[in-house]
């Protein structure tokens, strides 16, 4: 009798660095429709199962530091998942539907290879989002839909390609962290001057960046606070009209051959 | 005690019976009779005729119709004036049955139901606000009059909206004057320790009013937002339930109560999205429930004293850190090398405009 009770009450469930290689090894140890919270961070998961949606009840899964290449469709129809980690694994693309999550608020898709053919069409419809951490991928651009974030608070696009960002970024008005260092970025749309992001409790990191000289001036001498004063600019505004888009040579990308993401991975 | 009236016999005293009456006196002057006299005689008693008159009008009874009283003999008219009833409702004299109601004698065809004017003498009547009504009346009164007020004063109903409260019972208002400036007072008039004033002199004598109801506080009294309030009426601006002295939290000249103050303004939880209740970790721009301050990684529990690394702005522990791949924490170093050349540099160069 004890014991059932026990039983009745473990709702998280955490099974980190224990070398599963199968989710089926942990899902003998799980009430499905109780557990809350799933870890199961630096393991050696390939794959998850499609039947992860009978999870109803869970609220966060951490599946951080595995080598998931591919996830189940299935998985955006877990009813309750507000924290989803699948950070630091092989993803190469997201599973059609992907954005559907009913009440999804912090995705972290940190170190995959994930670029923007690898999203979705409805990938930036999940209105409850409050954090996405895309840092350590292979985006080039970020597509213009992302305006369809507006609970998004924080936005990770650390360490990617990127060579241009949609000014539509300017619209996600609560945003207060935002990361775009080491991309390729030479301008900065003067839209983003709408945001709000230098002061306390605000987030801005630029760093890293082949910027144009007015900008890498303005970084040099002010940081991330003059760099955002001067988009804020008439002067800048109309430069950044005049601009185009081919003007300038393309920088080529970093390096990625040492990302433990890539290993036994096909590149394209 | 009414006596009624009697035929009195009247004798005319003549030769044959004067031999029988030289011994008798006259009842009111104590005086013989000569054989001149008239004389009357009622019920074995003889008066002169002139003495036989109504005790208070010293006239002869009009029609010989005496009543008579406590020995006393009264002509119709005065005895009426003297010892009947007036009729509450008529004003007349009551003659024969009583009736007696409402602290008052009235005929039994005036004694009437107030509404339906039926007569109440046989069928019984029911007191209803001062009024009496027959049983019909009564029920539908007692129906109609459900819910509101009677005064206590007058006891008539008082209209819907129209009564005042005082000591805890309600009147109408215009029994009573403002203590202050004697106008009679209406509706809007204010209890302040046990008197009664007008509106303009109860707002004259500093007693706060309800920044909510506009009504003046008697009781306990919250001040906040620059206002005065009822305790039951200092509420949250967003879901309207009263502080009742728990914590509150202004903004922007509202009120809020702690979870929708956190709602629309911050130190919600990063991690659980609600708002954080007592103690708060706040780190890396962020704010967390203590229960919620975990690794991003592995979701191991972080305290004030454990010591994490920072990565992308979440708090990441030492096994996690550690466990990034070479060329990530290679990068992560070079960064936060490159921060603090920066930042030193721009610390000792003098900001440009």
């Known amino acids: ?268 | 005690m009414v006596c009624g009236g009697m035929e009195p016999d009247h004798h005319h005293i003549n030769g044959d019976l004067a031999h029988g009456f030289e011994n008798m006196v006259c009842v009111r002057c104590r005086d013989g009779f000569s054989m001149q006299d008239q004389m009357v005689n009622s019920s074995g008693e003889v008066w002169h005729s002139d003495c036989f008159v109504c005790a208070q009008c010293f006239e002869p009874f009009p029609d010989g119709i005496y009543f008579e009283y406590e020995g006393r003999k009264y002509c119709e008219h005065d005895f009426h004036v003297l010892f009947s009833p007036c009729c509450g409702k008529c004003n007349e004299f009551i003659v024969g049955r009583v009736i007696k109601a409402m602290n008052a004698s009235w005929h039994p065809a005036c004694f009437c139901c107030e509404l339906c004017n039926k007569q109440l003498a046989d069928v019984g009547f029911l007191r209803n606000a001062g009024r009496a009504l027959c049983r019909e009346c009564n029920e539908r009164e007692k129906a109609a009059g459900h819910g509101r007020y009677v005064c206590h004063k007058c006891h008539a109903m008082i209209d819907d909206g129209q009564h005042i409260k005082f000591r805890g019972d309600s009147f109408h208002p215009y029994h009573f004057k403002c203590k202050r400036c004697n106008v009679e007072l209406t509706t809007a008039s204010r209890e302040v320790n046990g008197e009664l004033y007008c509106l303009r002199c109860h707002d004259t004598m500093g007693i706060p009013i309800c920044g909510a109801c506009h009504r003046p506080i008697e009781e306990r009294v919250i001040a906040a937002l620059g206002k005065h309030w009822h305790v039951e009426h200092f509420v949250c601006s967003v879901c309207e339930k009263p502080f009742l002295g728990h914590r509150h939290y202004e903004r922007k000249g509202l009120a809020y109560c702690e979870q929708h103050f956190h709602k629309l303004y911050g130190n919600l939880c990063f991690r659980c999205g609600d708002p954080c209740c007592g103690e708060v970790f706040q780190a890396l721009q962020k704010t967390w429930c203590v229960k919620c301050f975990a690794c991003s990684f592995c979701d191991k529990k972080l305290d004030q004293k454990t010591k994490f690394y920072e990565f992308d702005m979440k708090p990441t522990c030492k096994r996690c850190y550690d466990r990034f791949p070479t060329e990530l924490k290679k990068r992560i170093s070079e960064s936060l090398k490159d921060r603090d050349v920066e930042n030193q540099r721009r610390s000792m160069s003098p900001a440009p405009k």
């Open chain 1, 1 to 268: 009798m004890p014991k059932d009770k026990k039983k009745e009450e473990v709702t998280e469930v955490e099974h980190v660095d224990r070398n599963i290689t199968l989710f089926s090894q942990v899902s003998h140890m799980i009430e499905a429709e109780t557990i809350t919270r799933l870890t199961l961070s630096h393991n050696k998961l390939t794959a998850l199962p499609a039947n992860i949606a009978d999870l109803i009840s869970l609220t966060s899964l951490n599946l951080w530091n595995n080598q998931i290449e591919e996830l189940p469709s299935s998985i955006s129809s877990l009813p309750k998942l507000k924290i989803l980690n699948i950070g630091m694994n092989k993803l190469t693309i997201l599973p059609r539907g992907f954005g559907s999550f009913p009440v999804l608020e912090i995705l972290d898709l940190t170190y995959n290879n994930l670029s923007e053919r690898s999203l979705p069409g409805n990938f930036f419809f999940m209105k409850t989002l409050r954090a996405l951490y895309l840092g350590d991928n292979d985006f080039e651009m970020l597509p213009g839909d992302v305006e369809n974030l507006e609970n998004l608070q924080v936005l990770v696009l650390r360490e990617n390609d990127l060579l241009t960002l949609p000014r539509e970024l300017g619209k996600l008005t609560r945003l207060r962290e935002l990361h775009i260092q080491g991309n390729r970025l030479a301008m900065i749309p003067p839209e983003l001057g709408n945001l709000e992001l230098i002061g306390s409790k605000l987030v801005l990191r630029l760093e890293h960046n082949p910027f144009i000289p007015r900008l890498q001036e303005q970084f040099d001498a002010n940081g991330a606070a003059g760099v955002w004063s001067h988009i804020r600019t008439d002067d800048y505004r109309y430069f950044f009209g005049r601009q185009e888009p081919s003007s300038t040579p393309v920088p080529p990308k970093r390096n990625k051959e040492k990302k433990v993401s890539r290993k036994g991975i096909q590149q394209a």
